[in-house]
């Protein structure tokens, strides 16, 4: 008998993974029968904010063959899976506003630096994603107050972490040093607050103990894919900033330590995702046959979470527009098939006029990871 929970998924097109190289996992990926869900409230968070035509002015959850949210978390509850997108979209825009800002004398030419030179910047930009943040907020603590204000305490964790491996990152004397704060940085903790947020996953303090030690394998699992298949990406924003934008990548840590090529480097991070791969599976099969008194129906949802959350990430570093081809179109293009269908993108970001207590002390909260727009430190439509 299947899972009950995985009714709300189904396996994603096996021609994308079989025998293809990229794909770094054993593990097949699943995809939210409710996917569109996301990737409406992917646009609609860049309409909140950008507007009609800067849609794509940031390449955040959208791939071709499905939405980091409907990836990640297959299993959503469809009423929890469109704010998780928005939310993450959100990410996206925080991680690109947190590189340094392109000017006329570091960055090149492009369409989309000065679109996001006109457009990211000033007022009426900061107060547009402030409302949109004051509109997400709404939406996870309206839905459920209680795992809503966990992840966007996360979200504030992660915010910090981020900032300490730019600080750190020529500092560090061994890979495991990168790799430790790298899990942070890339907001594996984060992920998995959203995907519990998304199918309502509650637990108690012993069940998450109780898997850690054979989960762990998949949070460098999560580093090594994503240093893999973003390394270009980061070279050429480096390149392309004659320098101010960083890398952050482990191919870096192993060419200094080491003494690797890029392409050894890259044989390395795919070689060790494998062996990863392989040592989650031992210790999940170990960790199954020797519980007693059996394993409850909640830790194996946590452990299929951690999973899909696994691949989710595999599969979207491999494929998303952000990665494979910036610049926009994809988003464009889905908008524009969208219309064509009919579907109403007229529920733009709105301040609130009341709010309860929670709302606001969170909506403030959030707003405070918003040093990268301007210094913004708090909303105050959003205090209490």
Same mark, same amino acid.
């Given at each position: 008998?299947? @899972? ?201 303090? @012993? ?178």
């Amino acid at each position: 008998m299947a @899972d009950p929970w995985k009714e709300r998924s189904q396996i994603l097109s096996p021609p994308l993974r079989a025998n293809n190289a990229s794909y770094l996992s054993t593990i097949p990926p699943r995809l939210s029968k409710y996917a569109r869900l996301a990737d409406d409230a992917t646009i609609q968070f860049h309409l909140d904010t950008v507007g009609v035509d800067n849609i794509g002015i940031v390449d955040g959850n959208l791939t071709p063959c499905g939405n980091l949210a409907a990836m990640m978390y297959p299993d959503a509850l469809p009423d929890r899976l469109g704010v998780v997108a928005y939310m993450l979209e959100a990410a996206f825009f925080w991680d690109d506003l947190n590189c340094p800002e392109p000017d006329e004398s570091t960055v090149k030419d492009s369409v989309s630096n000065s679109r996001r030179e006109a457009h990211m910047k000033g007022p009426v930009w900061k107060e547009k994603m402030k409302q949109a943040f004051s509109k997400a907020v709404k939406g996870f603590i309206t839905v459920d107050p209680v795992m809503g204000s966990d992840v966007l305490r996360t979200w504030n964790t992660w915010r910090a972490a981020e900032m300490d491996i730019h600080g750190r990152f020529d500092q560090y004397s061994t890979l495991d040093e990168y790799v430790e704060d790298r899990i942070h940085d890339l907001a594996y903790p984060c992920a998995m607050e959203f995907g519990k947020f998304a199918s309502n996953l509650k637990l108690t303090f @012993d069940e998450e103990e109780s898997v850690q030690h054979g989960i762990w394998p998949l949070k460098p699992h999560g580093v090594y894919c994503n240093d893999y298949h973003s390394w270009d990406k980061e070279l050429k924003a480096h390149e392309d900033s004659d320098g101010k934008i960083p890398i952050i990548n482990a191919v870096v840590i192993l060419q200094r330590l080491h003494g690797l090529s890029v392409d050894e480097a890259k044989v390395y991070l795919k070689n060790k995702c494998f062996e990863l791969d392989r040592e989650y599976h031992r210790r999940k099969e170990k960790f199954i046959t020797t519980t007693e008194d059996g394993i409850s129906p909640s830790v194996l949802r946590l452990l299929d979470h951690c999973e899909q959350t696994t691949t989710g990430h595999t599969m979207w570093v491999m494929q998303s527009y952000r990665h494979k081809a910036p610049g926009g179109d994809g988003y464009r293009e889905y908008y524009a098939s969208r219309l064509r269908e009919g579907a109403d993108f007229s529920n733009g970001a709105k301040a609130k006029d009341t709010k309860t207590v929670q709302e606001a002390q969170y909506c403030e909260l959030t707003m405070r990871v918003g040093d990268g727009i301007d210094n913004i430190q708090r909303d105050d439509d959003c205090a209490a």
